[in-house]
Antibody
Framework: QITLKESGPALVKPTQTLTLTCSLS??????????VDWIRQPPGKALEWLAV???????YYRSSLRNRLTITKDTSKNQVVLTMTNMDPIDTAIYYC??????????????WGQGTLVTVSS | DIQLTQSPSFLSAFVGDRVTITCRAS??????LAWYQQKPGQAPKLLIY???SLQSGVPSRFSGSGSGTEFTLTISSLQPEDFTSYFC?????????FGGGTTVEIK
């Protein structure tokens, strides 16, 4: 069974750095063709894609947040970690980690974590 | 960034009705669009990928169509478990973007 589980602080203060961990089960981040993304959803707003890391360590970031985001994979623990610096109240959102797989000529998200709510407040 | 405009945001229908949800892209995305269903408290579920391909295990009452800038998700006969939310996703180019979502309510 494929599962992704997010973990991290529920509350962070403005200017702090957020570190979120996605623990993978039922598949390996090193499997050819696999990618893991982070996506967030602020309250009442649409989903927003943040970053992806592929099995071969290729990475892509949302350009508007590029200077604040870092995505890494820990193959020994089968985890993907997202760090976001200089947190602000507008970063309050549910953060999801998601697996992507290749379907034909493109990758699509086929499994999602349950999400973790992060609130930014002093 | 490619904008996805999803409509309607909300619709009310009866069990057995045929409903259609639309997703319009701000530029040509070929057929690189997916549809997801999201129930409260659950992870989103992939229904359709590549605009019209049904994901394995998804009931055949769900179908997708379109290419370029206009796409539709159709549920041919609404079942009680279908009354929930749906959203579209474009994977044509980074940053990947999502539609604003549609909530389907029982009339």
């Amino acid at each position: 069974q494929i599962t992704l589980k997010e973990s991290g602080p529920a509350l962070v203060k403005p200017t702090q750095t957020l570190t979120l961990t996605c623990s993978l089960s039922g598949f390996s981040i090193t499997t050819d063709g696999v990618g893991v993304d982070w996506i967030r959803q602020p309250p009442g707003k649409a989903l927003e894609w943040l970053a992806v890391v592929y099995w071969d360590d290729d990475k892509y970031y949302r350009s508007s947040l590029r200077n604040r985001l870092t995505i890494t994979k820990d193959t020994s623990k089968n985890q993907v970690v997202l760090t976001m610096t200089n947190m602000d109240p507008i970063d309050t959102a549910i953060y999801y980690c998601v697996r992507r797989l290749r379907f034909g000529s493109r990758y699509y998200f086929d499994h999602w974590g349950q999400g973790t709510l992060v609130t930014v407040s002093s | 960034d490619i904008q996805l405009t999803q409509s309607p945001s909300f619709l009310s229908a009866f069990v057995g009705d045929r409903v259609t949800i639309t997703c319009r892209a701000s530029q040509d995305i070929s057929n690189y669009l997916a549809w997801y269903q999201q129930k409260p408290g659950q992870a989103p579920k992939l229904l359709i990928y590549a605009a019209s391909s049904l994901q394995s295990g998804v009931p055949s009452r769900f179908s997708g169509s379109g290419s370029g800038t206009e796409f539709t998700l159709t549920i041919s006969s609404l079942q009680p478990e279908d009354f929930t939310s749906y959203f579209c996703l474009q994977v044509n180019s980074y940053p990947l973007t999502f539609g604003g979502g549609t909530t389907v309510e029982i009339k």
